[in-house]
């Protein structure tokens, strides 16, 4: 790990770098290599660990839960995770996982999906892990799983690889958005890619110089991945390719490996890449770790240290992963938007200007999602989908990234909207619905019937202040005019129906709102024939029909909406001028009127559901 003076240092440590002092390995990065066969082909369940930026021999770190062979191996900045492979007499489904800034042995983390011997590929950034291929069932398999890294649970699925693959490369190959998986099958040539934070099918990326299973090292840099070794058309490959992991293409030759290995576990940091263990012949295993430097081209030299024994199908994974996002401490004030794709959430600091990062995962898969969420300061709801049978309410902690957990379920289930003040959660559930839920957001627990709507309509969107909140629009399904511009208002800390407070500038459906403590923005909506650009407000203590605001970026509709006490956000949803999703984010200044203005781009292009610790509703 390279300093940063940024920081604060005293003078020795700043002066260890410039000069020759022996290192402290305590600031070093560590690469942990865990389970796989010894010399005699028998599983074993050993962790151990080297410091890749000084070549002093591997130590041990602990234990696996399950000793096995051919495992799977990856991790975020904090943590290593180790899934699949072969105890011996059966393929297994165990997930461990262990901190790298500790030593001791592996804890349960969940299950894969099925059982996954022949080590399945990984490719990882700091929120999810993937697990792609390898033995299933006794036979090569196509499956690709996920998990959230930060949390523990079982994986999910993810999508499929273009075909069945066992043995393919070992080692993390990936940026922060983008996985890389090549190789495996019968000597196969294929390079696959994926996008982390989705979810869906492997795409065709191009080929290896020569094709190659029996598990290719990989090791990748945050812009090239270079894969090592394998079984290719020599039974034990010395080649060395890399890639640029951002543009599709064929593999071109980087140098070669100091010997000729199969199954070979890749490592690496941002700018060196270590290929350690693996078997040199039918009889021999290798303690050696080689080691290259990413960004030039060349052959791999000896790094000096050794494993703490010979060994080959074991996993490898490092701190320093390249494709591993750093994740700052969390802002003040912190939007949250989840996906209608998947179950991804990502993140944004209200206060400034900039993209979105990782943040985590709901607890259950978002298609067709709730179009709002309740939140405190702590905790954010996400309910709903799109059937009348999906009532899942999930509780996302704002200071906790990672995966989402199960909060209750809505009395009727389908797609909702949502908002709060810091202590209740009010939901307009079940479609074309007039029925309101309520849920205490600091406790867990199924949602109460509160009230009616002021008719049965679909996504009316919804904010509030402390006291009161508003329901704004809506769509009816049928009829004419099939939209509406009500505004109905409740008091939150009651039940009840709605309250007639005025009317929008128009019947609109599908538009969002957020406010400040004393006023109500909406934002975008559908007319019946075209979204609309238009943002419009209220005054929420009072009642009255809305005022004009302001211009939005472009026609919108469908995205997620949610601010602090001064600030409004729009992020993402679709843009109706040129008939796509977008990855746009915008803001405003909620007091002011005016039009929106740029704030960043997002990583996915859906993301309806969207809330934050420091809305108008929080006190």
Known sequence: MAPSYSGVWNISTQYQYRTGWPFDA????????AGGYNNSVAAINVIEFFIAEVANDSADFGDLSVTRGQVAQLGNDTRAVIAGGYTGSANSNVIDYVAYSTTGDATDFGDLTTTAGGAPSTSANNVRGIFKGGDRAGVASNVIDYITIASTGNAQDFGDLTSAKGGANKGM??????GIFAGGGSTSNEIEYLT???TGNAIDFGNLTDGRDQQIGGVASSTRGVFAGGQGSASYSNIIDYITITSAGNAADFGDLTAGRRFPAGASTATKGFFTGGSTSNSARTADIDTITIASTGNSTDFGADLTASKFTHGASSSGQAGVQALTS?????GLMTSTVDSFIESVDITTLGNSVEFGDISYANTNASFGGASSATRMCVAGRFSSSDKFIDLTIFATRGKGTDFGDLVVGGVTTGSSNSTRGLFSTGGDSNTIDYITIASAGNATDFGNL???VSNPAMAGNTTRMLFMGGDKGSGSPRYVNEIGYVTISS?????DFGDLLQTLGYGQATSSSTRAVYCGGYNG???????QYVTTASTGNATDFGDLLSQWTQGACFGNSTRGIVGQGYN???GANQNVIQYFTIASTGDSADFGDAINSNSPAGQSNSHGGIA
């Open 26 to 33: 305590n600031l070093g990065t560590r690469v942990l290599v």
């Open 173 to 178: 190959v990936s940026t922060t958005t983008r």
């Open 196 to 198: 982390i934070q989705t």
């Open 330 to 334: 969390l802002p003040s004030a912190i």
């Open 454 to 456: 002021y008719a049965a």
């Open 495 to 499: 039940t009840g129906n709605t309250t």
């Open 529 to 535: 024939s075209a979204a609309v650009n238009t943002i």
């Open 576 to 578: 109706w001028e040129t």
